[in-house]
């Protein structure tokens, strides 16, 4: 399971117009290009495959615990490393945040490659 290079510096919604951006609070430490879930609390997190849980998107900026974040649910996103051919899957990864080019504990798709 390769996780993808994220440029956290690059990130930002392309297309912006036609996506979906939510604007959430941070629950902990978020880097801009993780994949982030809702808690029971209704704030974000970085997501793992392995807790088999809900996948919110990718946040596009980073936040420290109790700090505002942007999040894209749907859309086009740069700043992540493709891991293969256009229309490749990409998952939530088992290591919190990360996503990759292989499925984690959970089949928790992420997105597709471009």
Avoid: C, W
Wanted: aromatic content about 4%.
């Amino acid at each position: 399971m390769a996780v993808l290079t994220v440029t956290a510096a690059r990130v930002a919604a392309i297309f912006p117009q036609k996506a979906e951006i939510y604007d959430f609070i941070a629950a902990s430490a978020i880097t801009a290009g993780q994949a982030v879930t809702i808690n029971t609390a209704g704030k974000v997190e970085p997501a793992s495959a392995a807790t088999a849980i809900h996948f919110a998107g990718i946040a596009l900026s980073a936040a420290g615990a109790g700090q505002a974040v942007s999040v894209l649910k749907s859309g086009h996103v740069a700043g992540l490393a493709p891991a293969g051919n256009a229309g490749t899957l990409v998952y939530v990864g088992d290591t919190a945040g990360t996503v990759t080019d292989t499925a984690g504990t959970a089949t928790i798709t992420a997105g597709r490659v471009i």
